[in-house]
C-alpha cells in the first residue's frame, strides 16, 4: 500500500448524496484497502445513523476526524514560477518518488508550522508512524509517514528539500537541462561528441541525488 497519498474531501455525504453547504460540520473516516487508503466523507445526519454501526471497530479502520466544510476557491492564475513547499508537497505525494519520502515529511512539517495543514491524526502501521494532515480550506488529505532517521539522516533530508524548491523534480529539467548544456558546449562538442554528449547526460542528476 503506498502511505503517501492525497485524499480529497467530498463535496457530497457519501451516504445521503446531499451536496455539503459552505460552513457545514461533516466527518472524515479514513479506512486502509488492498492497495490504497480508502476515505468516506459524511454529514451530521448521517454521521449519527453510521456512528450506531461503530465503524471503528471495522478491521480496516484507520481514523476519524470531523471538520466543517469550506467551498472551494476559484482556481489560481497559472504561473511560471518556483515551486512552493505545498506544489512540491502535491508534486511528491501524487505520484510514486520513494527516494523522496524524508522530503514529504519535512515539507508537511514546514506547512504545519505556517498553518496550511493541520495534523488530524496519527496512527501506526507496520511499526511505522503515519500522520494524517489535512488541509483546511481544500478539504485535502495527506499520509505522510515519519522518516527513519538511521536510513535518512536529516542532513540528508533538507539537503533534498532546499535542493527540490530550488531545482524542482528531476523529470521536469530532464527534457532541456542537457539541451541548454550542449548548447553552451557545442565548440567543445565538435571537438569531442562523445566526451560532451557524457557531461550533458549526467550534469544534472548527481546534485540531486548526493
Not at 502511505?3 to 446531499?18: F, G, K, L, M, P
Not at 539537503?159 to 548548447?183: C, I, S, Y
Given at each position: 500500500?503506498?502511505?503517501?497519498?492525497?485524499?480529497?474531501?467530498?463535496?457530497?455525504?457519501?451516504?445521503?448524496?446531499?451536496?455539503?453547504?459552505?460552513?457545514?460540520?461533516?466527518?472524515?473516516?479514513?479506512?486502509?484497502?488492498?492497495?490504497?487508503?480508502?476515505r468516506k466523507?459524511?454529514?451530521?445526519?448521517?454521521?449519527?445513523?453510521?456512528?450506531?454501526?461503530?465503524?471503528?471497530?471495522?478491521?480496516?479502520?484507520?481514523?476519524?476526524?470531523?471538520?466543517?466544510?469550506?467551498?472551494?476557491?476559484?482556481?489560481?492564475?497559472?504561473?511560471?514560477?518556483?515551486?512552493?513547499?505545498?506544489?512540491?508537497?502535491?508534486?511528491?505525494?501524487?505520484?510514486?518518488?520513494?527516494?523522496?519520502?524524508?522530503?514529504?515529511?519535512?515539507?508537511?512539517?514546514?506547512l504545519e508550522?505556517?498553518?496550511?495543514?493541520?495534523?488530524?491524526?496519527?496512527?501506526?502501521?507496520?511499526?511505522?508512524?503515519?500522520?494524517?494532515?489535512?488541509?483546511?480550506?481544500?478539504?485535502?488529505?495527506?499520509?505522510?509517514?515519519?522518516?527513519?532517521?538511521?536510513?535518512?539522516?536529516?542532513?540528508?533530508?533538507?539537503?533534498?528539500?532546499?535542493?527540490?524548491?530550488?531545482?524542482?523534480?528531476?523529470?521536469?529539467?530532464?527534457?532541456?537541462?542537457?539541451?541548454?548544456?550542449?548548447?553552451?558546449?557545442s565548440i567543445?562538442?565538435?571537438?569531442?561528441?562523445?566526451?560532451?554528449?557524457?557531461?550533458?547526460?549526467?550534469?544534472?542528476?548527481?546534485?540531486?541525488?548526493?
Open positions: 500500500m503506498n502511505d503517501w497519498n492525497i485524499q480529497s474531501r467530498s463535496r457530497s455525504c457519501v451516504a445521503c448524496e446531499q451536496p455539503f453547504e459552505d460552513g457545514a460540520p461533516y466527518h472524515s473516516l479514513l479506512f486502509a484497502t488492498k492497495h490504497e487508503l480508502q466523507d459524511l454529514c451530521q445526519p448521517c454521521w449519527t445513523q453510521h456512528q450506531e454501526q461503530k465503524p471503528e471497530s471495522s478491521e480496516n479502520y484507520l481514523s476519524h476526524w470531523q471538520g466543517r466544510f469550506q467551498s472551494p476557491p476559484p482556481p489560481a492564475p497559472e504561473a511560471i514560477q518556483r515551486d512552493t513547499a505545498e506544489t512540491l508537497l502535491r508534486k511528491l505525494t501524487s505520484e510514486d518518488f520513494p527516494q523522496y519520502k524524508g522530503a514529504q515529511y519535512i515539507l508537511a512539517v514546514m508550522r505556517k498553518r496550511i495543514l493541520k495534523v488530524q491524526d496519527q496512527f501506526k502501521q507496520d511499526g511505522q508512524r503515519i500522520f494524517v494532515y489535512e488541509h483546511p480550506k481544500s478539504g485535502d488529505v495527506f499520509t505522510i509517514a515519519e522518516p527513519d532517521l538511521n536510513q535518512d539522516p536529516l542532513e540528508k533530508i533538507q539537503k533534498d528539500v532546499t535542493l527540490l524548491m530550488e531545482q524542482g523534480l528531476p523529470m521536469e529539467d530532464a527534457e532541456t537541462t542537457p539541451k541548454e548544456d550542449a548548447n553552451r558546449d567543445e562538442a565538435e571537438e569531442a561528441e562523445e566526451g560532451a554528449s557524457s557531461d550533458s547526460e549526467t550534469s544534472v542528476t548527481p546534485a540531486l541525488h548526493e
